[in-house]
Every structure is written in structure tokens, then in C-alpha cells.
């Protein structure tokens, strides 16, 4: 078998489900149902039936919702206004 790690290239980080969700904060249902959908990356297989996924499209995903609450007003969907608004009545 030939090594297929390119000189130039950083060695990829592989990470197992429990680090994946501590990262994104997501159960593990719906990182499965993400996955169904395309909307978060395959896991890579490493054996029969252990998982893990690149770090490095983890990231990417995490830095994909960012942006998203970037370009959509940081994400604010008004709850907090609305619950000072009816503290400051109290």
C-alpha cells in the first residue's frame, strides 16, 4: 500500500462522534438527520462500525453557520428584545 500523505499537505485530523458533538453542540440524532439531508459532512469509516469525521470539515460546517448568522442579522430573532421589553414592565 502506497502512502498516500502528500509532503505539503498537513496530516488530517480524524475526530470520533463524542467530539463532534461537543464542537457543534448537536445531538447525535440530528447530526445523523444532518447527514441524511447533506446538510453536514459523511463520517469517513474506519472499521465495521466506527465513524469518525475530518476535523477539518467540522470546522468548515461551524464556520458555514457563522457565516450564515453573519449575513442574517447575527441570528437575533428578536426573543431577547422581547424578553427585556417584558422585564422592564415588571
Known amino acids: ?15 470520533r462522534i463524542g467530539e ?7 445531538s447525535t440524532a440530528t447530526l445523523y438527520r444532518k ?9 469517513v469509516r474506519l472499521g465495521v462500525a466506527a ?3 475530518p476535523l477539518s470539515e467540522v470546522q ?3 464556520a458555514e453557520r ?3 448568522r ?12 422581547n ?3 417584558s422585564n422592564a414592565g415588571a
Open 70 to 81: 453573519e449575513h442574517h442579522g447575527h441570528g437575533d430573532t428578536g426573543a431577547g428584545k
Open 51 to 53: 465513524r469518525a469525521w
Open 20 to 26: 463532534v458533538k461537543r464542537l457543534t453542540g448537536v
Open 60 to 62: 468548515d460546517w461551524i
Open 1 to 15: 500500500m502506497e502512502n498516500v500523505q502528500d509532503e505539503n499537505r498537513p496530516v488530517e485530523r480524524l475526530i
Open 66 to 68: 457563522i457565516a450564515v
Open 83 to 85: 424578553r427585556a421589553l
Open 35 to 43: 447527514i441524511s439531508a447533506k446538510e453536514f459532512p459523511r463520517p
